[in-house]
């Protein structure tokens, strides 16, 4: 089937204080008529998730309202296809004097008018960081400032899970708690299953469960970088005892289970499906 | 919470009552911020209630941008007739109390309204 890719382009004057908002809705509203309306794109998964729609208004309500803020004029181009949204805000303006400034929450340098409209909160460009896939911030000094940014389509499985606690798991998969003291309270939202450090590392979900054979002392380290409350030890591995007393230390628990991982994964992802 | 409890809770006035009628609100986030209200971003359809002490216009399109149905204007301010037009327009309900925001999320919290789920980020 033939990819059909849509762009959408507005102005936006800048101390345009009134109408403030006003590109975001349109915009937003010509998604929505795609997304019902047209055959290339019906088809794709994601038509009705308002999730998607919701994400992509927030960072381009934040972007628009950057440029009414601080610039002069700006041109807001949205780019649709089958996947992704990407937003384009290109101003004149006097840049940002300091990027890092500028994505540090709580800073700003909007005017009184704009503060009394309740924005101008320091949280803009953070919050599009946090929010969007995809950020790319250029600006010069005195020239203007670009800023692009991409919403890409929610995996489905992403959307359903929600939160599970701890105790809850190792109760359901009948698992072996291998350290002690610590704080069985704290909630999972998904898991990984690896073995290879480095793909946990770059692939893995902050704050998930992690499955593994690997007992070695570097599984506390990556599990402390990656935010990963709990390891799951597959096929009764043994654990060195420096492992478990690291482990107690940085608050990470370790369970241990009979069976592989594949089974351990497949119960786990019952587990999150049927929550 | 149908929005006739809300309003006889916070005993609000109904400023613009286009909109869905019949939806039963679970949850509310309370803001003047507008950024921090675009903090909420949750992945649940439940209907949300905003409150906010902004009168102006870029409330009802906060609304709209984060499909809230309903929005409860606090400290009983005087909305401007423009923002009440683009509420009307675009089917967001509107209501005003005469209640510090404080109050008004005590009152509603009280009745079993729960805050808006938010991702830790």
């Known amino acids: 089937m033939a990819k059909k890719i849509k762009i959408f382009q507005f102005p936006i004057r800048g101390a345009d204080f009134e109408h403030i908002g006003n590109v975001t809705i349109e915009t937003r509203k010509l998604i929505k008529i795609s997304f019902t309306e047209e055959e290339c794109f019906k088809n794709e998964s994601f038509v009705g998730s308002r999730d998607f729609l919701r994400r992509f208004g927030i960072c381009a309500y934040e972007a628009e309202a950057n440029v009414i803020i601080h610039a002069y004029y700006g041109l807001f181009k949205t780019i649709l296809c089958c996947k992704r949204i990407k937003g384009e805000v290109i101003d004149r303006g006097p840049g940002i004097p300091s990027i890092l400034n500028a994505l540090t929450p709580g800073f700003s340098t909007a005017s009184e008018t704009a503060k009394s409209l309740g924005f101008g909160a320091g949280v803009g460009l953070n919050n599009i960081q946090k929010i969007a896939d995809f950020t790319m911030l250029h600006s010069e000094k005195g020239k203007g400032t670009s800023l692009q940014f991409e919403v890409w389509k929610a995996k489905d499985n992403e959307i359903r899970r929600t939160a599970m606690k701890i105790k809850q798991i190792i109760k359901a998969l009948k698992l072996e708690l291998v350290t002690k003291n610590v704080d069985m309270e704290k909630e999972v939202k998904s898991a990984y299953s690896c073995d290879l450090l480095s793909n946990v590392l770059a692939k893995a979900e902050d704050e998930s469960a992690w499955l593994t054979v690997q007992t070695n002392m570097n599984i506390i380290g990556v599990a402390t970088i990656k935010k990963i409350p709990i390891i799951i030890i597959s096929e009764n591995s043994t654990i060195p005892k420096q492992a478990i007393a690291k482990a107690e230390e940085n608050g990470i628990i370790i369970a241990k289970g009979n069976e592989d991982t594949f089974t351990i994964s497949g119960k786990l992802y019952e587990l999150f499906q049927k929550e | ?121």
């Open chain 2, 1 to 121: 919470m149908k929005i006739k409890t809300i309003i006889d809770v916070t005993k609000a006035e109904i400023l613009q009552k286009n909109g869905i009628t019949d939806i039963d609100i679970k949850y509310a986030f309370a803001a003047d911020l507008m950024s921090d209200t675009l903090f909420i971003i949750s992945r649940e359809e439940e209907p949300v209630l905003l409150i906010s002490g902004i009168t102006d216009q870029s409330v009802v399109r906060t609304a709209i941008i984060l499909d809230i149905p309903v929005v409860l204007i606090v400290r009983g301010k005087t909305v401007p007739q423009k923002t009440i037009e683009l509420a009307k327009k675009n089917n967001i309900i509107m209501l005003k109390t005469h209640y510090i925001m404080f109050v008004t999320c005590g009152l509603l919290y009280k009745e079993g309204l729960k805050g808006a789920p938010w991702q830790k980020r």
